[in-house]
């Protein structure tokens, strides 16, 4: 049986779930998020607790058992406490702007990128150099962080980029002069 997918999921206070059908629906203090729960798997709430179960011992069955308990796990978070991922701004004269609803950066380039923020995520800018995508959703504020990430990626050389804070860079030994 899965390690993951046997877990119960906690349900903190102030977060309600509701089932119908296929549909599972997880509101909290952030906002309300909603899946539908793949057939083969049965979903139950059993004293302040989500368990997830699978009817058969298929192989597909199996992979999606921790998978769905992973993802409802991450919805009842998401509307608790959120998720952030951090972006840091590397280079000379590289910088961010926050103007109301776009995102634009100066990264050496001619003109300025800019990024239109999507609803349900909020971008804050904490220095010029540093910025935070928050939201509810998990996979949508991975998916913002890496579609900002993507208009100047971290390169090998000098190491000039938007990089995850933490993230390391290996950086690529240069030209050596002739002797």
Not at 6 to 30: F, M, N, Q, Y
């Amino acid at each position: 049986m899965s390690r993951i997918g046997k877990k119960p999921i906690p349900i903190p206070k102030g977060v309600e779930i509701s089932l119908a059908g296929r549909d599972i629906t997880v509101k909290g203090p952030k906002g309300t998020l909603s899946r539908t729960v793949p057939g083969e798997l049965d979903i139950e709430i059993i004293s302040g607790e989500i368990v997830v179960r699978r009817r058969t011992d298929d192989r597909k069955d199996r992979s999606l058992h921790g998978l769905t308990r992973t993802l409802i796990a991450n919805m009842v978070t998401g509307v608790d406490k959120g998720f952030e991922k951090s972006l840091d701004i590397v280079g000379v004269g590289y910088r961010a702007e926050l103007d109301k609803n776009s995102l634009k950066m100066f990264l050496g380039y001619s003109s300025p990128m800019v990024y239109e923020v999507p609803a349900g995520i909020a971008v804050r800018v904490e220095k010029q150099t540093s910025m935070v995508v928050s939201g509810i959703d998990k996979e949508f504020v991975g998916r913002v962080a890496a579609e900002i990430r993507k208009h100047k990626k971290p390169e090998p050389y000098k190491g000039k980029g938007i990089r995850y804070t933490g993230e390391t860079v290996r950086k690529k030994v240069g030209k050596s002069a002739g002797k």
